[in-house]
């Protein structure tokens, strides 16, 4: 876009050098048009330059990321997601060996940090740091495709069952990790039998 005002600054350049040159008059009927020129041309260059633009762009690209939020109910995937990790978490708290006192008191505790963590993680307060990263990872045609996408009737269907494909993944995940703990277990234990 800077090509065309590059060449016409060039062209002003060698017309006022010219002028030097051949000590043309001032009041030469060229004089006006030339300054008309170079007005013309820095305040279009201001305009090509100015943030306005690049708001505008920005501000339509957001608008873009919030409809591919709303569309794909990020606020009720996080709302899941933790009630999902609250369960789970509530489910690996031993129910054997402890004291009634111990067991209220570690129910407690454990009601208190999934308070805390639903409050610092809110939706409200995520919002602009996942509207950050879309912002920062896709480009704004990629964005118009995905929201395409999202419409579709395959993305409708994706958006529907995505809760269960995560609760069946979560699932899975639990399932592994239990097969996978006792081995940790002896892992930790062998390393506080050799220190």
């Known amino acids: 876009m800077a090509g065309p005002f590059i060449s016409v600054i060039r062209d002003i350049g060698r ?3 010219d002028r030097a040159a051949a000590r043309v008059p001032e009041s030469d009927a060229t004089l006006p048009t030339a300054m008309k020129l170079i007005a013309f041309v820095f305040t279009a260059a ?3 330059n100015s943030p306005a633009p690049a ?3 920005e501000s339509s690209k957001n608008a873009k990321i919030d409809e591919m939020m ?3 109910h990020a606020d009720r995937m996080i ?3 933790f009630e999902q990790m609250k369960n789970a978490v509530k489910s690996q708290m031993p129910k054997e060996g402890l004291s009634e006192e111990a067991r209220k008191s570690a ?3 454990q009601a208190k940090v999934m308070d805390l963590i639903a409050a610092r993680m809110s939706w409200d307060r995520m919002r602009p740091a996942f509207a950050k990263i879309y912002s920062e990872t896709f480009s704004e045609s990629e964005i118009d495709g995905i929201i395409g996408f999202y419409k579709s009737p395959a993305g409708q269907a994706m958006l529907e069952k995505m809760p269960l494909l995560i609760q069946k993944s979560m699932g899975v995940s639990q399932e592994l990790m239990r097969d996978v703990g006792p081995e940790i277990e002896r892992m930790v234990k062998e390393m506080k039998e050799k220190h």
């Open 79 to 81: 709302t899941q997601m």
């Open 46 to 48: 201001l305009l090509l």
């Open 70 to 72: 709303r569309l794909t």
């Open 55 to 57: 708001r505008a762009d």
């Open 107 to 109: 129910e407690e505790t």
């Open 15 to 17: 017309l006022c050098h």
